[in-house]
């Protein structure tokens, strides 16, 4: 399997675009922690490490690092997303917290074979897809159970 930069590398080429100086310090910065991440806390972490890289390249550079399959857009909400690394690792889907924010990454084989079968039998090639399921976590569920035993 091809090393992170090597694949991007790669994507970058067959697009006739170069791995410039900035686009390198965005990829280690993103592949330095495997945790969901957005781009406005990817640009203070840039800035922490003295790495002056504009919020428009940053942007763009998450693009690509998505089309070349390197990451993956997850969990919109408040009119922004979060990645995830996705090359190299499992395929999963999430559980968000609208209270907390609390992300729970699980994976269900019986409902990646469901969806394989409703492909199939829809004649669908499918190339991704995307399972999020909003509601409580435990912890904010039992909250709210102690706020009401409490009234």
Do not use: W
């Amino acid at each position: 399997m091809l090393s992170e930069e090597d694949k991007f590398k790669e994507y970058l080429e067959s697009k006739n675009l170069k791995f410039t100086p900035e686009r390198q310090a965005i990829l280690s910065r993103v592949f330095a922690n495997p945790k969901h991440f957005e781009a406005d806390e990817l640009l203070v972490d840039l800035r922490l490490n003295k790495l002056r890289i504009s919020k428009a390249t940053i942007y763009r550079t998450l693009s690509l690092l998505v089309k070349s399959g390197l990451l993956r857009e997850v969990i919109f909400g408040e009119r922004h997303a979060h990645y995830e690394q996705v090359y190299g690792n499992e395929h999963h889907d999430h559980l968000v917290c609208n209270n907390c924010g609390k992300i729970i990454e699980f994976i269900e084989y019986r409902i990646e074979k469901l969806q394989d079968e409703v492909c199939r039998k829809n004649k669908f090639e499918p190339e991704s897809h995307r399972l999020q399921i909003q509601g409580l976590c435990e912890d904010c569920t039992k909250k709210d159970d102690n706020k009401i035993k409490k009234k």
